[in-house]
């Protein structure tokens, strides 16, 4: 039943991959290409390019009878595309799947990548939700981390994102970077709130082999912060945030009343989706793909038919997918759905297994939902997956 019910659910959301950066940030480790200072699509003939082996990969994909309900562009840097472009991309999904009214957009943009006229031409294409990448308030730490604009250029961006007026206007900020300190964070914490975006993101930072910071440092070992700090750093932010009248509604997630990214809750709902673009992920007729990373390689693929060779999700992986992602979410997962679809022996040795959390107080049960207690219990959340994993995916 679960592998039926999977494989014919149809996908309402659509990911859309822009690889293009003015450069690497030292923590990244996103399939990119790097474009320098030109930075305008129109001019880059590798922008257009992309653009038209997208809409070619777009136009190969299998159809089915809902509309889009969310479409996001991450990327990369998508605010280095053109409005001509954008609304070549955004041509191609409505001809292909049809929209719903109402249809959620997202983009992200950094600061410095756009003026007024472009970002104005955004909202006149469709796009509804612009994600900011803030990162820091702080001239050296976007310094050390590696980014392309400046403080200056964050409040520019801010005033331009005012003037367009976006029903919804996200950002992001990274906690636990080199140098950073307590006092740094809160510093950070107040900026954002004091620019009143409708959303913010927080993640700390990881360092992935292959980037820059993975050839710096070693976690926890100067001039990082240490773990200790780290976790109050995410305390900090959810004290802060909560008290500034934002819902912490996922681990690293904060949004005002009715401001939840929509798109986003598709992947921790465990919900199929579309991906498009070179290194995009995919969860369609329960197989989970995801595409080439090397521009090189993604055009050959699109080039060759776009073959999606992979097999379906397994009901175990699918139980496991759905714990992972849904516990994330501050409302947690539905046990009597759970049940429903996985058997209620398997339900029963979740419980199990998670006892000791709950004991910890970590993990709760509230009528039907299971869900982690915040923050003690999303500060422990890769505890308690591991657990899980170990133990049900045996």
């Not at 979410?329 to 049940?339: D, I, M, Q, R, T």
């Not at 509230?366 to 995916?393: C, T, W």
């Amino acid at each position: 039943m679960v592998q039926k019910d999977i494989v014919s659910a149809i996908p309402t959301s659509a990911y859309v991959h822009i690889p293009f950066c003015r450069r690497r940030c030292f923590y990244c480790d996103f399939p990119i290409y790097v474009v320098g200072d030109r930075l305008r699509g129109e001019t880059s003939n590798a922008i257009s390019q992309y653009v038209e082996i997208l809409c070619q990969e777009i136009a190969i994909a299998p159809v089915f009878s809902q509309s889009l309900q969310t479409i996001f562009f991450g990327g990369g840097t998508p605010s280095l595309l053109s409005v001509q472009q954008l609304q070549h991309i955004l041509l191609a999904l409505e001809q292909k799947f049809g929209v719903t009214p109402g249809v959620e957009i997202s983009m992200e943009i950094d600061p410095g990548t756009f003026d007024l006229a472009h970002i104005q031409g955004y909202r006149s294409v469709g796009v509804t939700r612009v994600s900011l990448g803030v990162q820091a308030f702080d001239a050296d730490l976007l310094q050390a981390c590696g980014r392309s604009h400046s403080v200056t250029d964050i409040y520019k961006a801010v005033d331009l994102i005012s003037q367009v007026g976006f029903p919804e206007f996200s950002i992001d900020l990274i906690s636990g970077l080199p140098h950073q300190t307590l006092d740094r964070w809160q510093e950070s914490l107040e900026k954002a709130i004091a620019i009143a975006p409708t959303h913010i993101s927080i993640y700390d930072l990881t360092i992935e082999p292959g980037t820059a910071f993975g050839r710096y440092y070693k976690g926890g070992i100067h001039p990082l912060p240490t773990d200790e700090t780290t976790v109050k750093m995410y305390q900090m932010a959810q004290q802060i945030l909560t008290g500034a009248g934002y819902e912490h509604y996922e681990i690293s997630n904060y949004a005002k009343v009715g401001h939840q990214c929509q798109h986003n809750r598709v992947y921790w709902q465990n919900r199929p989706y579309y991906g498009f673009g070179m290194g995009a992920a995919s969860y369609v007729a329960g197989k989970r793909f995801t595409r080439p990373r090397k521009t090189k390689e993604y055009y050959q693929w699109v080039e060759a038919g776009c073959v999606i060779d992979c097999e379906v999700t397994s009901a175990d992986e699918i139980l496991l997918e759905t714990l992972m992602l849904g516990l994330r979410l501050a409302e947690g997962v539905n046990l009597a759905v759970l049940v429903e679809q996985f058997g209620e022996k398997k339900i029963e040795e979740i419980e199990k297994c998670l006892q000791p959390y709950f004991q910890k107080g970590w993990i709760k049960l509230e009528g039907e939902r299971l869900r982690l207690h915040d923050p003690d219990g999303f500060l422990f959340s890769n505890v308690i997956l591991s657990k899980l994993f170990a133990e049900l995916g045996e």
